[in-house]
């Protein structure tokens, strides 16, 4: 059940509540809505009280990340608070790629335009692209407020895919997946980001992929990594126990032998979100995405951002969700445009410059409650 977080009268964080006992306070007058999303109340009498420890707990996705609140309950953790955070890196993307067409046609057809700039631009150190640095600064506004308005005192996030270390740099000294249910977890996602994601033999993606022995165990392939890829069910079964080169693949046998360079450097931006989380100055729990992955199959919970978020790391091992949670969505939707006016499609300018973002004390995403006394939205 989504918790209401609660402050004290002077702001203070407190132990988020059960929603039937915030709408008691609310409509006994003891409290008054602070927020709306997240919804948060704010006390009107009470100041300071008890807080148990809270983690918040991050899984960072491409398009989407997952972001939950536990406590301590019973021998393991309890979801109080989840929301799934929805990117706009496509759009920023998109903007930015339409600016560029048009600087670029002004400077081929004689009109007015700025001069191209190119010995005055250098990238800063840790340089992300605009739509994944977004991600960054998305994730981590969240991971800020919550702050604000319950009382967190450590942090948990998914850091990379898998643990090179827990598969003791499985390429060089040919540990066996089999060698505990968690290493295997590890390995396949290993093999998941060294395959591209997709079939070795027939670059499918829409379906489950298997772990495929290059050189079939029956033949005496070993289970190195090395000799492992994934290939979808129906390769797999086609292959038999032929070898990749008898199956008409031999390059999948020497790309086989090229370990997957610097594992760890697999996702710039979730070592930015870390780099960035760590100098929240709390304790920072990180985890692996194999981890991740066995907490939650091992649990039996479905997949979602959320609950993968929940499930990171060790403290994932033992948590408990209601089945009937209900996440808050959220969207980052941009605070405004930096374009000074709009332009036509051939880049003149459409319209005049841009006002302020405050119109009549209101701006972008302000939720109104309105009441129309003529027209059609009458009402
Ligand atoms: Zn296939």
Known sequence: ????????????????????????????????VFRQYPFTI??????????????????????TTGIAIVVDFKAGKRVIWAGKLTYRGQQIRDRLLSRRQIRRGRRSRKTRYRAPRFLNR?????????????????????????????????????????????MENAEISGVEYQQGELAGYEVREYLLEKWGRQCAYCHATDRPLEIEHIAPKSRGGSNRVSNLTVACHKCNQHKGSQTATEFGHPNIQQQAKKPLKDAAAVNATRWALWRRMDALGLPLEVGTGGRTKFNRAKQHYPKAHWIDAACVGESGGR????????????????????????????GFPRTSPKQGRIHYGFQTGDMVKALVTKGVKRG
């Open 319 to 346: 948590v408990t969700i209601s089945p009937n949670h209900a996440p808050l969505q959220m969207k980052a939707t941009g605070h405004q445009s930096r374009q000074m006016c709009r332009v036509d499609k051939y």
């Open 42 to 63: 704010i006390l009107k009498e009470r100041d300071g009280g008890d807080v148990q420890p809270v983690t918040i707990k991050v899984d960072p996705g491409s398009k």
């Open 122 to 166: 250098c990238r800063a150190e840790g340089w992300l692209a605009p739509s994944l640095q977004s991600r960054v600064e998305n994730t981590l506004t969240w991971v800020e407020r919550l702050r604000r308005w319950s009382p967190v005192n450590s942090l948990s996030m998914e850091l990379v895919r898998f643990d090179t270390q827990l």
């Open 1 to 32: 059940m989504q918790r209401v977080l609660v402050l004290d009268k002077n702001k203070n964080t407190l132990m988020p509540c059960h929603s039937a006992r915030a709408r008691q306070m609310l409509t006994r007058g003891k409290a008054a």
